[in-house]
């Protein structure tokens, strides 16, 4: 037996490897990221950086389709990108298991929103499981497997923030925890499973229907759903990281902890509530569990006593059962907070200082150069989601034409879904003026090789995407595209000049490599 | 067994992630149950770093209870004092006395090391000059402070030095081993 101390994320990418897995593709986004940077080791198993989350599951879909076991990662925005084929793969089914992980950012640690991702599997009819450390995190990817298999559905793993970045103890047996091999043989023709014309797709409902009515009445002797029965004064109900919050500040209390969060097992439910005196619903986010089992005439507390917003702490428990602690140290002496914030040298910062002496509304976009908006620069004015820079520039101009609306954008994101953005500009006769920041490579989430970096994940050498060549593809004129070293503020400051006196469609390409990434680069040479 | 709470805080760049790497793994080695938790992404990006390690015979939550940290070790100064929450009458602080300017931040404050340790007598504030050059260079001043930490703590020496040997970059183990010997003895 071999003891390991692994993160949630390595623990997810040995369950997948010992699971079979032989596709692993996703979107770096954190806290998911460092599942494939670990499954890319193994080269029994392929790996790649897709464009974008909705690319990486249709690839994955086709992958599983052709009957390999298939993993695609992403954090949880990532799913609103790749939402479309998720509502349709469920009706689809699988022949390989189709596994996709939704890592969760409760309190937005790395994150523009909070969203709680649990909404999906309702939403889509896709059981999701949530772990609530590595060891689980590796036993859940593998039954998620299984289950994907045995029920002819994509399964979504949802680890949070707390679990892909926490690290706890893993045991292997290096005898018994061998990699299976699982042949389930080639893609096969099933128009009426694999081609969802309304026709088809409408049988395939009243499949899924019945695949979740089954699922959820398996679900009541699912081992992953597990009760504790000790002090039944209160018996709390909970999931995922917030079951060790609940242990940590009650150790001895009476727990119902749903290792499936969807759907929800109704009898389990139900009994377990019939043997405790007062009922207490612990989740992160919305009150997910706490809607579902009132609907099952259960009266409970929840988002009475704990927050919609932000995560969950032992203290949050302690907080409820109105322990008392000693009161805080405090001092007089007043602690500047320390923002995150653009390196000294970064690339990016040359830029924001040039826009900084010019009177142009910026729309931002998702990366280290976010950072631009906090002070000194205060450099861009709007940040939606990936690729909406581009794309909520255009809207701008369209309410004050006289004026030019700039985007910036960075490499990762320019790939990830900046380009349809622009075709749009181009096609729709706008006028903005683009700046693209290649920093060769995606800094924000820590380095990963991108289609403009001539690098696969595995290091190995690609055809990086020529910005010239697709600008003028769209329509853009060799005037309205310029090339410039990011390390050179007064040729950045002459081009925006020259640009924007075309008052045409513009792109801006600012190449300079991002120093973490330099730094990384020649240490290994 | 009651479970122990060491907190590692400092500032990206510091080894701040290293440091508490070394202390679950010597935990692992005992024999112990570890958990760790820390946060990684957009806040590490030249802000505020940490990191929490408990360990014992059965750890529940990887996250520290306010005021249970056991030991707060913090390789800034200022940064010592954004976890006075976690500490209670008893924990002990080990503090490098480094200042690490914060962007835009001109004025450091001042006080902060006196103020820690009229109220927690266990405090212990090392100033990173002195030992740099004893050690021979600032990389070896994390291991330094798991040194001082070794003290207050029962882990067996041959589980630390594993986990050094294991975690340190190749080459560098015999100076981090000195740099946690002197810490030691400090
Ligand atoms: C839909 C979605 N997927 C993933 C992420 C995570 N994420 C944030 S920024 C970023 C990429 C940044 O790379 P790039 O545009 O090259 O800018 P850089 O950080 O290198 O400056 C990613 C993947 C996200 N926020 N949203």
Known sequence: METLLLSGNEAIALGAYEAGVKVGVGYPGTPSTEILENLKEHKDVYTEWSVNEKVALEVGIGASLGGARTLVTMKHVGVNVAADPLFTVSYMGVKGGLVIISADDPFMHSSQNEQDNRNYAYAAKIPMLEPSDSEEARSFTKLAFELSEKYDTPVFLRPTTRVCHAYSIVNVDKNKDKRVEIDKGRFERNLKKYVMIPAYARARHFIVEDRENLIKEDANTLSINKTEYNNTDVGYITSGISYHYVKEAAPDASILKLGMVYPLPEKLIKEFCSKVKKVVIVEELEPFFETRIKAMGISVTGKNVFPITGELSPDSISNFLGKQKETPLTINSKVPPRPPALCKGCPHSFVYETLGKMNITVAGDIGCYTLGVLPPYNGIDTCVDMGGSITVAQGLELTDPSKTYAAIIGDSTFAHSGITGLVNAAYNGRKNLIIILDNGTTAMTGMQPNPFSGETIQSLPAEPVNYYHLCKAVGISDENFIEVNAYKPAEIESAIKKLLATKKLSVLLVKGLCIIYNKKKSKKQ | MKVTNILIVGVGGQ???????????????????????????????????????????????????????????????????????????????????????????????????????????????????KYTEKLGNEKFLNIFLLGVLSKFIQIPDDCWNKAIKSLVPEGTFDKNLEAFNAGKNY
């Open chain 2, 15 to 129: 080894g701040t992630i290293l440091a508490s790497n070394v202390v679950s793994y010597a935990a692992m080695n005992a024999g112990l149950d570890v958990k760790k938790s820390e946060i990684h992404g957009m806040s590490q990006r030249g802000g505020s770093v940490f990191s929490h390690v408990r360990f014992g015979k059965t750890v529940s939550s990887p996250v520290i209870p306010l005021g249970e940290v056991d030991v707060l070790i913090s390789l800034e100064e200022m940064e010592t004092a954004r976890w006075l929450d976690y500490l209670n009458k008893d924990s002990k602080v080990i503090i490098l006395t480094n200042r690490i300017f914060p962007a835009n931040v001109t004025v450091y404050p001042e006080g902060i090391v006196s103020e820690i340790s009229a109220k927690l007598t266990n405090t212990i504030a090392i100033d990173p000059k």
